[in-house]
């Protein structure tokens, strides 16, 4: 199991849990390396707290997404990813559709 790479996250003052503290799935984890790599800088995963874009926690728990108040699912959640709203560039030409099922699947644990 490949964990740590992606480990220090800037400026987050509470220890960052492990996959397997959060009890992932491997492609959950798989998700997570690719939410550390594109979404992290702008979203905060476990904290409400803004950063440049919305928290993302609890994206899915709602029922709409809380900025946009588009309905929060998969088909509204992958089009946000690969086509960007606003400020937020879109991912369809950087991430592969495996990356982004498995970007999907980590968002639905948040
Ligand atoms: C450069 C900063 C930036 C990056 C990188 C980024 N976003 Fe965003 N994101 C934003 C901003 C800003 C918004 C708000 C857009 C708006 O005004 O509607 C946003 C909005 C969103 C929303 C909708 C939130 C809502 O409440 O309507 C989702 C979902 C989202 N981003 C997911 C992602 C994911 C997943 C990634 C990684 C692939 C990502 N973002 C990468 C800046 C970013």
Redesign the pocket.
Known sequence: MVIGLLALSACTPERRKSDAELGLTPQQSAGRK??DA??D???EPYTSRGK???S?EG?FKRSF??????PANDDR?VE??KF??????G?GQV?SQQQIED?LVY?HTL
Do not use: A, D, E, F
């Open positions: 690719v939410y594109y979404c800088r702008c979203h440049q874009g919305p993302l994206t997404l809380p900025l946009s108040g588009l959640v946000i990813i960007g709203r606003s400020k937020m560039p991912y991430l970007l968002l």
